[in-house]
């Protein structure tokens, strides 16, 4: 999966297509991200007690990581990210502009 937390993510499908917004979850078990204000459900609650009045709860569901794409923080385009190796650590790099989006250490023993 190469979308994380806090990333800017443009989105390629369904009603909010064309939008930008940061990945505020991310579900690796099911391959979703929750992007902030992006698939917004509305959810209907029943007033619990009497005289309280039912609610409307905006709430963002997980979409498929496949429909989101990484915005570049360098080149501000959404790219696809290719994994570069560097001694032991894993760079994320844009592959419009080269740019390092970020790197992760990895510890081989
Ligand atoms: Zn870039």
Known sequence: MNIKKGDNVYILSGKDRGKTSKVVKVLPKSLGVVVE????HVRHMRPRKAGERGQKLSIAAPIHTSNVMLVC?????PARTRNVRKNDSVARVCVKCGAVADSISVTTS
């Open 37 to 40: 204000g992006v698939n917004i």
């Open 73 to 77: 923080a360098s080149c501000k385009k």
